[in-house]
């Protein structure tokens, strides 16, 4: 909580130096509740709505989507709050999901960090594709192709049937092109001309 500014009165200041330890417990539990009751939370019907959004089914929204916008700053705004109130006793999926969130607002640099979290406690997070998918989508933003593609790699290794796998092959074809390795460029693009999915390119801009 942020102080007011203001200056206690002498005579303040020295009943508060006369509070007992239990009145001082006391108040800091007070404070403490005040805290707690200051922290967004997700509704379980938000909860149930939240899991279900498509995790990477949007990289730039439009104006109809505004709502869906919001909704994911409240998610992610508890995220931060559950975070800081378990004092770094948190599950790593939590991360991952704070993760994916931030990727769906295109907030980089958030997702980022918050997948560099997962990746540190998270033992066996090479398992997992969508989060190798997720900071794969991340490297290629700011251009660290060595890195996206290797990440794009793994997520097909470990689940070739993965739902973006679409979206991993037209970007695994735009870096190879980027690094003038033309065969693998063509074989990616054409991957992606061959998979009917949805995705952010149309069949004629892949082409």
């Keep these: 909580m942020k102080s007011c500014g203001v200056s ?35 509704t379980a019907q938000e909860e149930d709505t939240l899991a279900g959004i498509d995790r990477f089914g949007h990289f730039s929204f439009d104006p109809c989507c505004k709502c869906v916008i919001l909704f994911l700053f409240q998610a992610v705004s508890c995220y931060d709050a559950i975070i800081l ?12 999901q704070l993760g994916h969130f931030n990727l769906l607002l295109e907030d980089y640099p958030k997702a980022l960090s918050a997948y560099q979290r997962y990746y ?18 991340v490297y290629f933003h700011y251009s660290a192709f060595q ?18 796998a679409k ?4 970007r ?15 074989k990616h693009f054409q991957l992606a001309l061959i998979d009917s999915t949805l995705c952010t390119l149309s069949k004629a801009e892949s082409k």
């Design 8 to 42: 206690l009165p002498a005579a303040a200041s020295a009943a508060a130096q006369s509070l007992t330890a239990n009145d001082e417990q006391k108040m800091a539990s007070g404070k403490a509740t005040e805290i707690e009751e200051d922290f967004p939370k997700l």
């Design 85 to 96: 109130k378990a004092e770094g006793k948190v599950e790593p999926e939590m991360f991952c």
């Design 120 to 137: 540190s406690l998270q033992p066996d997070y090479w398992k997992n594709a969508a989060f190798l998918y997720g900071l794969g989508m």
């Design 147 to 164: 890195w996206s593609i290797k990440a794009f790699q793994e997520v097909l290794y470990i689940d070739p049937t993965f739902s973006k």
């Design 167 to 170: 979206e991993i092959h037209l």
């Design 172 to 186: 695994l074809g735009v870096m190879f092109k980027v690094n003038t390795d033309y065969e693998s460029s063509l």
